[in-house]
Protein backbone atom coordinates (compact mmCIF):
# COMPACT_ATOMS: atom_id res chain seq x y z
CA UNK A 1 0.00 0.00 0.00
CA UNK A 2 1.31 3.82 -0.86
CA UNK A 3 2.66 5.17 2.27
CA UNK A 4 1.71 8.99 3.49
CA UNK A 5 5.43 9.67 2.55
CA UNK A 6 5.37 8.11 -1.03
CA UNK A 7 2.52 10.33 -1.44
CA UNK A 8 4.24 13.75 0.29
CA UNK A 9 6.96 12.59 -2.60
CA UNK A 10 4.81 12.30 -5.47
CA UNK A 11 3.49 15.93 -4.78
CA UNK A 12 6.65 17.56 -4.43
CA UNK A 13 6.09 16.92 -7.93
CA UNK A 14 3.20 19.39 -8.41
CA UNK A 15 4.50 22.27 -8.81
CA UNK A 16 2.71 26.17 -9.19
CA UNK A 17 3.75 26.98 -12.74
CA UNK A 18 3.91 30.90 -11.78
CA UNK A 19 5.75 30.93 -8.16
CA UNK A 20 8.52 27.91 -9.50
CA UNK A 21 7.95 26.07 -6.20
CA UNK A 22 6.37 22.66 -5.21
CA UNK A 23 2.96 22.56 -2.90
CA UNK A 24 4.57 20.36 -0.25
CA UNK A 25 7.18 23.35 -0.44
CA UNK A 26 4.79 26.10 -0.65
CA UNK A 27 3.08 24.30 3.07
CA UNK A 28 -0.32 24.64 0.71
CA UNK A 29 -0.79 20.82 1.54
CA UNK A 30 -2.30 20.43 5.16
CA UNK A 31 -3.02 17.02 5.49
CA UNK A 32 -2.70 13.49 3.81
CA UNK A 33 -4.60 10.12 4.99
CA UNK A 34 -4.45 7.07 3.17
CA UNK A 35 -7.17 3.93 3.21
CA UNK A 36 -8.16 0.88 1.81
CA UNK A 37 -9.39 2.63 -1.44
CA UNK A 38 -8.42 5.90 -1.20
CA UNK A 39 -6.02 8.76 -0.89
CA UNK A 40 -7.12 12.03 1.18
CA UNK A 41 -5.55 15.08 0.89
CA UNK A 42 -6.57 18.31 1.97
CA UNK A 43 -4.56 21.26 0.51
CA UNK A 44 -4.97 25.30 0.33
CA UNK A 45 -4.41 28.13 -2.26
CA UNK A 46 -2.31 30.96 -1.50
CA UNK A 47 -5.04 33.09 -3.03
CA UNK A 48 -9.20 32.35 -2.84
CA UNK A 49 -9.85 32.89 -6.53
CA UNK A 50 -6.90 31.90 -7.53
CA UNK A 51 -6.77 31.02 -11.02
CA UNK A 52 -4.19 28.26 -10.62
CA UNK A 53 -7.81 26.67 -8.30
CA UNK A 54 -8.77 24.34 -10.09
CA UNK A 55 -5.74 22.79 -12.20
CA UNK A 56 -3.35 22.58 -9.09
CA UNK A 57 -6.22 20.33 -7.24
CA UNK A 58 -6.52 18.49 -10.80
CA UNK A 59 -2.83 17.73 -10.95
CA UNK A 60 -3.15 16.55 -7.74
CA UNK A 61 -5.46 14.24 -8.64
CA UNK A 62 -3.64 13.17 -11.68
CA UNK A 63 -0.34 12.28 -10.14
CA UNK A 64 -1.82 10.01 -7.84
CA UNK A 65 -3.69 8.14 -9.89
CA UNK A 66 -0.16 7.44 -12.13
CA UNK A 67 1.30 6.06 -8.81
CA UNK A 68 -2.22 4.32 -7.23
CA UNK A 69 -4.41 3.61 -10.02
CA UNK A 70 -5.82 1.38 -7.16
CA UNK A 71 -7.41 3.97 -5.20
CA UNK A 72 -9.60 6.77 -5.52
CA UNK A 73 -8.10 10.23 -5.07
CA UNK A 74 -10.05 12.94 -2.88
CA UNK A 75 -8.73 16.58 -2.67
CA UNK A 76 -10.88 18.55 -0.66
CA UNK A 77 -9.99 22.61 -1.05
CA UNK A 78 -10.02 24.35 2.24
CA UNK A 79 -9.96 28.20 2.94
CA UNK A 80 -9.22 27.87 6.99
CA UNK A 81 -7.19 27.74 8.26
CA UNK A 82 -5.85 30.66 5.94
CA UNK A 83 -2.28 29.90 3.87
CA UNK A 84 0.23 32.00 5.61
CA UNK A 85 4.05 32.51 4.25
CA UNK A 86 4.98 31.16 7.69
CA UNK A 87 3.63 27.71 6.30
CA UNK A 88 6.85 27.59 3.80
CA UNK A 89 9.52 25.66 4.02
CA UNK A 90 12.85 27.17 5.12
CA UNK A 91 14.24 26.39 1.05
CA UNK A 92 10.52 27.98 -0.56
CA UNK A 93 11.35 31.15 2.15
CA UNK A 94 15.21 31.57 0.53
CA UNK A 95 13.90 31.13 -3.06
CA UNK A 96 11.43 33.85 -2.62
CA UNK A 97 14.17 35.63 -1.15
CA UNK A 98 12.01 36.19 2.33
CA UNK B 1 -9.41 6.34 -10.05
CA UNK B 2 -9.32 9.25 -11.99
CA UNK B 3 -12.62 11.97 -11.66
CA UNK B 4 -13.17 14.99 -13.53
CA UNK B 5 -13.01 17.54 -11.74
CA UNK B 6 -16.25 19.48 -12.49
CA UNK B 7 -14.59 23.28 -11.23
CA UNK B 8 -11.87 23.15 -13.43
CA UNK B 9 -14.38 22.37 -16.94
CA UNK B 10 -17.03 25.27 -15.62
CA UNK B 11 -13.78 27.62 -14.93
CA UNK B 12 -11.56 26.95 -17.82
CA UNK B 13 -11.21 30.51 -19.49
CA UNK B 14 -12.72 29.67 -22.92
CA UNK B 15 -8.80 29.61 -24.48
CA UNK B 16 -9.54 30.66 -28.32
CA UNK B 17 -11.68 33.06 -28.16
CA UNK B 18 -9.73 35.21 -25.62
CA UNK B 19 -6.57 34.45 -27.91
CA UNK B 20 -8.83 36.43 -30.55
CA UNK B 21 -8.67 39.61 -28.61
CA UNK B 22 -5.76 39.70 -27.65
CA UNK B 23 -4.00 38.97 -31.09
CA UNK B 24 -6.53 41.75 -32.52
CA UNK B 25 -5.23 44.63 -29.98
CA UNK B 26 -1.48 43.42 -30.28
CA UNK B 27 -1.61 43.51 -34.20
CA UNK B 28 -3.95 47.08 -33.34
CA UNK B 29 -0.83 48.49 -30.93
CA UNK B 30 2.02 47.47 -33.60
CA UNK B 31 -0.20 49.34 -36.72
CA UNK B 32 -1.31 52.37 -34.76
CA UNK B 33 2.56 52.82 -33.60
CA UNK B 34 3.42 52.27 -36.97
CA UNK B 35 1.15 55.08 -37.96
CA UNK B 36 2.06 57.61 -35.34
CA UNK B 37 5.98 56.93 -37.06
CA UNK B 38 4.60 58.18 -40.99
CA UNK B 39 2.70 60.68 -39.88
CA UNK B 40 4.35 62.49 -37.33
CA UNK B 41 4.03 65.82 -39.12
CA UNK B 42 0.30 65.64 -37.96
CA UNK B 43 0.35 64.69 -34.54
CA UNK B 44 0.92 68.80 -33.34
CA UNK B 45 -1.31 71.24 -31.95
CA UNK B 46 -4.84 71.01 -31.22
CA UNK B 47 -6.40 67.20 -30.43
CA UNK B 48 -9.38 67.57 -32.42
CA UNK B 49 -7.92 66.58 -35.85
CA UNK B 50 -8.66 63.96 -37.98
CA UNK B 51 -5.73 61.82 -38.30
CA UNK B 52 -5.37 62.31 -34.01
CA UNK B 53 -8.93 61.31 -33.68
CA UNK B 54 -8.22 58.11 -35.96
CA UNK B 55 -5.32 56.89 -33.52
CA UNK B 56 -6.84 57.57 -31.04
CA UNK B 57 -9.59 55.75 -31.29
CA UNK B 58 -7.51 52.63 -32.44
CA UNK B 59 -5.68 53.25 -29.32
CA UNK B 60 -8.57 52.94 -26.81
CA UNK B 61 -10.96 50.84 -28.99
CA UNK B 62 -8.16 48.41 -30.37
CA UNK B 63 -5.84 48.11 -28.20
CA UNK B 64 -7.08 49.47 -24.96
CA UNK B 65 -10.95 47.80 -24.92
CA UNK B 66 -9.77 44.18 -26.93
CA UNK B 67 -7.25 43.92 -24.49
CA UNK B 68 -9.94 44.44 -21.53
CA UNK B 69 -12.55 42.27 -22.97
CA UNK B 70 -10.35 39.41 -23.85
CA UNK B 71 -8.95 39.69 -20.00
CA UNK B 72 -12.60 39.74 -18.88
CA UNK B 73 -13.53 36.80 -20.84
CA UNK B 74 -10.06 35.08 -18.86
CA UNK B 75 -10.88 36.69 -15.61
CA UNK B 76 -13.99 37.23 -14.48
CA UNK B 77 -14.85 33.66 -14.26
CA UNK B 78 -11.83 32.22 -12.52
CA UNK B 79 -12.06 35.86 -10.16
CA UNK B 80 -16.07 35.41 -9.45
CA UNK B 81 -16.27 31.81 -9.75
CA UNK B 82 -18.83 31.63 -12.21
CA UNK B 83 -19.29 30.43 -15.89
CA UNK B 84 -19.24 32.97 -18.50
CA UNK B 85 -22.85 33.29 -20.20
CA UNK B 86 -21.81 32.80 -23.70
CA UNK B 87 -19.28 32.15 -25.80
CA UNK B 88 -20.75 32.36 -28.57
CA UNK B 89 -21.96 35.93 -27.78
CA UNK B 90 -18.41 36.94 -27.36
CA UNK B 91 -17.58 35.88 -30.71
CA UNK B 92 -19.76 37.90 -32.17
CA UNK B 93 -19.40 40.75 -30.13
CA UNK B 94 -15.65 40.18 -31.72
CA UNK B 95 -16.47 40.64 -35.61
CA UNK B 96 -19.13 43.56 -34.74
CA UNK B 97 -16.44 45.10 -32.44
CA UNK B 98 -13.83 44.74 -35.39
CA UNK B 99 -15.60 46.04 -38.23
CA UNK B 100 -16.90 49.07 -35.76
CA UNK B 101 -13.36 49.69 -34.75
CA UNK B 102 -12.17 50.03 -38.53
CA UNK B 103 -15.03 52.11 -39.79
CA UNK B 104 -14.61 54.60 -37.09
CA UNK B 105 -10.92 54.91 -37.34
CA UNK B 106 -11.22 55.17 -41.40
CA UNK B 107 -14.33 57.56 -40.94
CA UNK B 108 -12.09 59.57 -38.44
CA UNK B 109 -9.02 59.45 -40.88
CA UNK B 110 -10.81 61.02 -43.76
CA UNK B 111 -13.14 62.72 -41.35
CA UNK B 112 -16.29 60.90 -43.57
CA UNK B 113 -18.49 62.39 -40.59
CA UNK B 114 -21.74 60.92 -42.76
CA UNK B 115 -23.18 57.88 -42.60
CA UNK B 116 -19.33 55.90 -42.54
CA UNK B 117 -18.66 57.42 -39.13
CA UNK B 118 -22.36 56.94 -37.90
CA UNK B 119 -22.66 53.43 -39.07
CA UNK B 120 -19.31 52.36 -37.34
CA UNK B 121 -20.58 54.01 -34.38
CA UNK B 122 -23.85 52.32 -34.37
CA UNK B 123 -21.92 48.97 -34.84
CA UNK B 124 -19.47 49.70 -31.69
CA UNK B 125 -22.49 50.27 -29.62
CA UNK B 126 -24.16 46.91 -30.49
CA UNK B 127 -20.97 45.29 -30.05
CA UNK B 128 -21.03 47.09 -26.41
CA UNK B 129 -24.78 45.76 -25.95
CA UNK B 130 -23.43 42.51 -27.16
CA UNK B 131 -20.82 42.34 -24.70
CA UNK B 132 -23.28 44.45 -21.48
CA UNK B 133 -25.57 41.04 -21.95
CA UNK B 134 -23.14 38.76 -22.06
CA UNK B 135 -21.31 40.12 -18.93
CA UNK B 136 -24.78 40.65 -17.16
CA UNK B 137 -26.01 37.37 -17.78
CA UNK B 138 -22.55 36.01 -16.18
CA UNK B 139 -23.04 38.29 -13.01
CA UNK B 140 -26.33 37.08 -12.03
CA UNK B 141 -25.30 34.07 -11.42
CA UNK B 142 -22.36 35.03 -8.95
CA UNK B 143 -23.25 33.74 -5.93
CA UNK B 144 -19.56 35.53 -3.86
CA UNK B 145 -19.45 38.76 -4.89
CA UNK B 146 -16.09 40.53 -4.35
CA UNK B 147 -14.46 44.04 -4.08
CA UNK B 148 -13.34 43.46 -7.88
CA UNK B 149 -16.72 42.55 -8.93
CA UNK B 150 -18.40 45.86 -7.69
CA UNK B 151 -15.68 47.48 -9.92
CA UNK B 152 -16.56 45.56 -12.83
CA UNK B 153 -20.22 46.31 -12.77
CA UNK B 154 -19.65 49.69 -12.56
CA UNK B 155 -17.15 49.75 -15.80
CA UNK B 156 -19.94 47.73 -17.67
CA UNK B 157 -22.16 51.06 -16.66
CA UNK B 158 -19.86 53.62 -17.59
CA UNK B 159 -18.56 51.78 -20.60
CA UNK B 160 -22.24 51.97 -22.05
CA UNK B 161 -22.44 55.69 -21.25
CA UNK B 162 -18.73 56.22 -23.30
CA UNK B 163 -20.58 54.31 -26.48
CA UNK B 164 -23.90 56.30 -26.39
CA UNK B 165 -22.17 59.73 -25.85
CA UNK B 166 -19.91 58.54 -28.28
CA UNK B 167 -22.50 57.93 -30.99
CA UNK B 168 -24.71 61.15 -29.94
CA UNK B 169 -21.16 63.20 -30.60
CA UNK B 170 -20.94 60.97 -33.94
CA UNK B 171 -24.54 62.05 -35.05
CA UNK B 172 -23.31 65.62 -34.31
CA UNK B 173 -20.43 65.99 -36.58
CA UNK B 174 -23.36 64.64 -39.03
CA UNK B 175 -26.44 67.03 -37.98
CA UNK B 176 -25.37 69.29 -35.63
CA UNK B 177 -27.89 69.30 -32.93
CA UNK B 178 -26.32 69.70 -29.78
CA UNK B 179 -26.78 73.04 -28.09
CA UNK B 180 -23.78 73.36 -25.69
CA UNK B 181 -20.52 73.23 -27.25
CA UNK B 182 -19.31 69.84 -28.75
CA UNK B 183 -16.19 69.44 -27.60
CA UNK B 184 -17.63 69.65 -23.99
CA UNK B 185 -19.16 66.67 -24.73
CA UNK B 186 -16.27 65.18 -26.26
CA UNK B 187 -14.46 65.77 -22.57
CA UNK B 188 -17.27 64.01 -20.64
CA UNK B 189 -17.00 61.05 -23.61
CA UNK B 190 -13.57 61.04 -22.87
CA UNK B 191 -12.72 61.15 -18.98
CA UNK B 192 -16.01 58.35 -18.54
CA UNK B 193 -14.18 55.69 -21.61
CA UNK B 194 -10.67 56.26 -19.11
CA UNK B 195 -11.97 57.46 -15.68
CA UNK B 196 -15.46 55.26 -15.52
CA UNK B 197 -14.81 52.30 -18.06
CA UNK B 198 -10.99 51.87 -18.12
CA UNK B 199 -9.84 52.74 -14.99
CA UNK B 200 -12.06 51.01 -12.98
CA UNK B 201 -11.13 47.58 -14.39
CA UNK B 202 -7.48 48.32 -13.98
CA UNK B 203 -8.73 48.71 -10.02
CA UNK B 204 -11.04 46.34 -9.44
CA UNK B 205 -8.53 43.78 -11.28
CA UNK B 206 -5.34 44.81 -9.60
CA UNK B 207 -6.72 44.12 -6.50
CA UNK B 208 -6.86 40.75 -7.43
CA UNK B 209 -3.95 40.50 -9.64
CA UNK B 210 -1.40 42.11 -7.95
CA UNK B 211 -0.95 40.17 -4.71
CA UNK B 212 -1.28 36.70 -6.80
CA UNK B 213 1.72 38.15 -8.93
CA UNK B 214 3.61 39.00 -5.70
CA UNK B 215 2.00 36.45 -3.47
CA UNK B 216 1.27 39.67 -0.96
CA UNK B 217 -0.92 38.77 2.07
CA UNK B 218 -2.03 40.23 5.97
CA UNK B 219 -3.13 44.12 4.55
CA UNK B 220 -6.28 45.91 4.71
CA UNK B 221 -8.20 46.58 1.93
CA UNK B 222 -9.96 49.64 3.39
CA UNK B 223 -8.44 52.40 0.85
CA UNK B 224 -9.31 50.07 -1.86
CA UNK B 225 -13.06 50.15 -1.06
CA UNK B 226 -12.57 54.47 -0.47
CA UNK B 227 -11.29 54.82 -3.99
CA UNK B 228 -14.81 52.67 -5.22
CA UNK B 229 -16.73 55.23 -3.63
CA UNK B 230 -14.60 58.44 -4.36
CA UNK B 231 -14.47 58.11 -7.83
CA UNK B 232 -17.88 56.88 -8.48
CA UNK B 233 -19.25 60.04 -6.82
CA UNK B 234 -17.07 62.11 -8.72
CA UNK B 235 -17.89 60.40 -12.14
CA UNK B 236 -21.56 60.50 -11.34
CA UNK B 237 -21.08 64.40 -10.51
CA UNK B 238 -19.12 64.78 -14.46
CA UNK B 239 -22.22 62.87 -16.02
CA UNK B 240 -24.32 65.40 -14.19
CA UNK B 241 -22.67 68.72 -14.17
CA UNK B 242 -20.71 68.23 -18.00
CA UNK B 243 -24.96 68.63 -19.70
CA UNK B 244 -24.74 72.35 -17.86
CA UNK B 245 -23.07 74.86 -19.47
CA UNK B 246 -20.81 77.13 -16.91
CA UNK B 247 -20.36 74.64 -14.48
CA UNK B 248 -17.38 74.70 -13.61
CA UNK B 249 -17.08 74.91 -10.16
CA UNK B 250 -19.04 71.45 -9.70
CA UNK B 251 -17.25 69.84 -12.17
CA UNK B 252 -14.11 70.35 -10.62
CA UNK B 253 -15.24 69.29 -7.45
CA UNK B 254 -16.13 66.26 -9.10
CA UNK B 255 -12.47 65.84 -10.19
CA UNK B 256 -11.33 66.82 -7.12
CA UNK B 257 -13.35 63.25 -5.55
CA UNK B 258 -11.92 61.30 -8.94
CA UNK B 259 -8.14 62.24 -7.88
CA UNK B 260 -8.48 61.96 -4.29
CA UNK B 261 -10.07 58.16 -5.14
CA UNK B 262 -7.59 56.95 -7.44
CA UNK B 263 -4.98 58.63 -4.93
CA UNK B 264 -6.72 55.73 -2.23
CA UNK B 265 -6.29 53.26 -5.13
CA UNK B 266 -2.53 53.95 -5.73
CA UNK B 267 -1.94 53.99 -1.98
CA UNK B 268 -4.00 50.68 -1.52
CA UNK B 269 -1.82 49.37 -4.57
CA UNK B 270 1.31 50.78 -2.32
CA UNK B 271 0.52 48.66 0.62
CA UNK B 272 -0.40 45.12 -1.20
CA UNK B 273 3.33 46.03 -3.47
CA UNK B 274 5.00 46.50 0.51
CA UNK B 275 3.59 43.66 1.86
CA UNK B 276 4.66 41.19 -1.40
CA UNK B 277 6.51 38.03 -0.40
CA UNK B 278 8.36 38.06 -4.16
CA UNK B 279 10.49 40.63 -4.13
CA UNK B 280 12.05 39.86 -7.56
CA UNK B 281 10.45 42.02 -9.97
CA UNK B 282 9.52 40.29 -13.29
CA UNK B 283 9.01 42.40 -16.69
CA UNK B 284 5.15 42.66 -15.69
CA UNK B 285 5.85 43.80 -12.86
CA UNK B 286 8.18 46.33 -13.72
CA UNK B 287 5.97 47.60 -16.28
CA UNK B 288 3.12 48.19 -13.84
CA UNK B 289 5.11 50.02 -11.08
CA UNK B 290 6.40 52.42 -14.62
CA UNK B 291 2.53 52.86 -15.23
CA UNK B 292 1.31 53.14 -11.45
CA UNK B 293 3.60 56.01 -11.27
CA UNK B 294 2.45 57.59 -14.50
CA UNK B 295 -1.14 57.62 -12.97
CA UNK B 296 -0.08 59.23 -9.95
CA UNK B 297 1.84 62.10 -12.12
CA UNK B 298 -1.46 61.64 -14.61
CA UNK B 299 -3.82 62.52 -11.57
CA UNK B 300 -2.36 65.34 -10.85
CA UNK B 301 -1.52 66.72 -13.94
CA UNK B 302 -5.49 66.43 -14.86
CA UNK B 303 -6.59 67.90 -11.45
CA UNK B 304 -4.14 70.85 -12.37
CA UNK B 305 -5.53 70.84 -15.94
CA UNK B 306 -9.03 71.27 -14.70
CA UNK B 307 -8.69 74.86 -13.17
CA UNK B 308 -5.64 76.45 -14.54
CA UNK B 309 -5.28 77.03 -17.86
CA UNK B 310 -2.05 75.32 -19.08
CA UNK B 311 -2.82 76.33 -22.73
CA UNK B 312 0.38 77.94 -22.79
CA UNK B 313 2.62 74.87 -23.10
CA UNK B 314 3.12 73.37 -26.42
CA UNK B 315 0.90 70.66 -27.60
CA UNK B 316 -0.56 70.33 -24.01
CA UNK B 317 -3.35 68.20 -24.80
CA UNK B 318 -1.30 65.99 -26.60
CA UNK B 319 1.25 65.51 -23.83
CA UNK B 320 -1.72 65.14 -21.33
CA UNK B 321 -3.15 62.26 -23.99
CA UNK B 322 -0.12 60.50 -24.29
CA UNK B 323 0.50 60.34 -20.80
CA UNK B 324 -2.31 58.74 -19.72
CA UNK B 325 -3.11 56.45 -23.13
CA UNK B 326 0.92 55.61 -23.05
CA UNK B 327 2.17 55.94 -19.64
CA UNK B 328 -0.42 55.13 -17.73
CA UNK B 329 -2.57 52.72 -19.59
CA UNK B 330 -0.89 50.67 -22.71
CA UNK B 331 2.51 50.30 -20.39
CA UNK B 332 0.14 48.37 -17.82
CA UNK B 333 -1.50 46.71 -20.67
CA UNK B 334 1.71 45.66 -21.74
CA UNK B 335 3.07 44.68 -18.52
CA UNK B 336 -0.12 42.54 -17.37
CA UNK B 337 -0.03 41.16 -20.72
CA UNK B 338 3.39 39.74 -20.08
CA UNK B 339 1.88 37.87 -16.97
CA UNK B 340 -1.85 36.90 -18.04
CA UNK B 341 -1.18 35.51 -21.95
CA UNK B 342 1.64 32.84 -20.67
CA UNK B 343 -0.16 31.53 -18.03
CA UNK B 344 -3.26 31.71 -20.63
CA UNK B 345 -1.25 29.81 -23.26
CA UNK B 346 0.55 27.55 -20.52
CA UNK B 347 -2.93 26.35 -18.79
CA UNK B 348 -3.96 25.65 -22.51
CA UNK B 349 -1.19 23.48 -23.92
CA UNK B 350 0.52 22.44 -20.55
CA UNK B 351 -1.51 22.06 -17.84
CA UNK B 352 -3.39 18.80 -18.61
CA UNK B 353 0.62 17.15 -18.86
CA UNK B 354 1.46 18.01 -15.10
CA UNK B 355 2.83 15.26 -13.25
CA UNK B 356 2.93 13.06 -16.44
CA UNK B 357 5.79 15.09 -18.10
CA UNK B 358 7.66 17.90 -17.97
CA UNK B 359 6.23 21.12 -18.48
CA UNK B 360 7.89 24.65 -18.30
CA UNK B 361 7.35 27.10 -16.03
CA UNK B 362 5.43 30.49 -16.92
CA UNK B 363 9.19 32.28 -16.71
CA UNK B 364 10.28 30.10 -19.57
CA UNK B 365 7.41 30.59 -21.93
CA UNK B 366 9.27 34.30 -23.59
CA UNK B 367 12.82 35.36 -23.64
CA UNK B 368 12.84 37.78 -20.54
CA UNK B 369 16.05 39.78 -21.92
CA UNK B 370 14.23 40.63 -25.13
CA UNK B 371 10.73 41.95 -22.84
CA UNK B 372 13.27 44.01 -21.19
CA UNK B 373 14.92 45.71 -24.05
CA UNK B 374 11.18 46.51 -24.54
CA UNK B 375 10.29 48.25 -21.58
CA UNK B 376 13.21 50.30 -21.41
CA UNK B 377 12.61 51.43 -25.58
CA UNK B 378 9.15 51.98 -24.54
CA UNK B 379 10.04 53.88 -21.28
CA UNK B 380 12.34 56.23 -23.18
CA UNK B 381 9.79 56.14 -26.26
CA UNK B 382 7.83 58.01 -23.27
CA UNK B 383 9.83 60.24 -22.30
CA UNK B 384 11.23 61.10 -25.91
CA UNK B 385 7.65 61.93 -26.81
CA UNK B 386 6.52 63.80 -24.03
CA UNK B 387 9.96 66.11 -24.88
CA UNK B 388 9.22 66.51 -28.26
CA UNK B 389 5.94 67.85 -27.38
CA UNK B 390 7.20 70.65 -24.95
CA UNK B 391 9.72 71.36 -27.71
CA UNK B 392 7.74 71.44 -30.43
CA UNK B 393 10.57 69.24 -31.89
CA UNK B 394 9.49 67.24 -34.93
CA UNK B 395 12.88 65.35 -35.57
CA UNK B 396 12.71 64.38 -32.38
CA UNK B 397 8.70 63.32 -32.22
CA UNK B 398 9.87 61.07 -35.10
CA UNK B 399 13.03 59.96 -33.07
CA UNK B 400 10.67 59.01 -30.32
CA UNK B 401 7.63 57.58 -31.66
CA UNK B 402 10.26 55.13 -33.51
CA UNK B 403 11.48 54.20 -30.03
CA UNK B 404 8.17 53.29 -29.65
CA UNK B 405 7.39 51.55 -32.67
CA UNK B 406 10.74 49.68 -32.44
CA UNK B 407 9.35 48.40 -28.38
CA UNK B 408 6.02 47.25 -29.95
CA UNK B 409 7.58 45.28 -31.84
CA UNK B 410 9.55 43.32 -29.71
CA UNK B 411 6.61 43.20 -27.43
CA UNK B 412 4.64 41.56 -30.52
CA UNK B 413 7.14 38.87 -30.85
CA UNK B 414 7.36 37.90 -27.53
CA UNK B 415 3.65 37.35 -27.18
CA UNK B 416 3.67 35.61 -31.34
CA UNK B 417 6.50 33.29 -29.04
CA UNK B 418 4.00 32.72 -26.18
CA UNK B 419 1.13 31.42 -28.43
CA UNK B 420 3.22 29.17 -30.42
CA UNK B 421 5.19 27.65 -27.52
Given at each position: MISNEKVLELLK????PEIGLDIISLGLVYNVEVTEDLINITMTLT?????MHSSITEWVKNILWQAAPDKNAIVNLVWEPRWTP????DEAKKALGI | MQQANPVMAAYAPPFKIIVKYFAAAVIDFVILNFLLLINYEDI??????PKILAITHMLTLGWISMTIFGAMFQLVPVVLEVKLFSEKLAEIQFWIFLLGMIGLTTGFWNFNTGLHLNASAVLLNIAILIFAVNMAGTFIHVKKWNITGWYLIAALIYLIITAVAGLLLTYNLW???????HLQYLKLHAEVAVIGWVTMVVMGVSYKLIPMFTL??????SSGKWAFWLVNIGLVGINTF?????SITPILVSTLFIAAGIACFLFQVYLIYKNRLRKKRDIGIKYSVFSFYMLGFVTLFGSVFSFTD?????NVYLIFGYLVLYGYLSMLIVGQMYKIVPFLTWYHKYSSKVGLEPVPM?????NEKYALTGYYLMAAAIIATTASFIFNSQVALLFSFGLMFLGSLIFTFNMAVIFRK
Open positions: GVIDTPGCPDLMS | SGFYFQHPYISINSHGYSMFHFENLSRIPLKDMF
